[in-house]
Nanobody
Framework: QVQLVESGGGLVQAGGSLRLSCAAS????????MGWFRQAPGKEREFVAT????????AYANSVKGRFTISRDNAKNTVYLQMNSLKPEDTAVYFC???????????????WGQGTQVTVSS
């Protein structure tokens, strides 16, 4: 059983940057594919980025490609999401998730954090 705790959210102006972190405990972190998802009020949870176990393969939603970077440090049991050039439409609760396969569907991931709020003002 893996526990995930996100941090790093907050309020930022459009064009600014934030780095989200997700610390894992209770399992072997390096065994898991990690993903970031987000959910805005009234909208469904949507895929943001995913990274494979060895930090060698990533995938991004088109809406964040070129602006967001996912990475992981298996020694620290942590996955990161560097978010640059933030836009008001990036405002959402951001969740990290752990699973066994690289996927963009949230249904595939087995473990979830509680989420961290990101608010981008215009």
């Amino acid at each position: 059983q893996v526990q995930l705790v996100e941090s790093g959210g907050g309020l930022v102006q459009a064009g600014g940057s934030l780095r989200l972190s997700c610390a894992a405990s209770g399992g072997t972190f390096s065994k898991y594919v990690m993903g970031w998802f987000r959910q805005a009020p009234g909208k469904e949870r949507e895929f943001v980025a995913t990274i494979n176990r060895s930090n060698s393969n990533t995938a991004y939603a088109n809406s964040v490609k070129g602006r967001f970077t996912i990475s992981r440090d298996n020694a620290k049991n942590t996955v990161y999401l560097q978010m640059n050039s933030l836009k008001p439409e990036d405002t959402a609760v951001y969740f990290c998730a752990a699973g066994s396969v690289v996927a963009i569907s949230h249904n595939v991931y087995d473990y979830w954090g509680q989420g961290t709020q990101v608010t981008v003002s215009s």
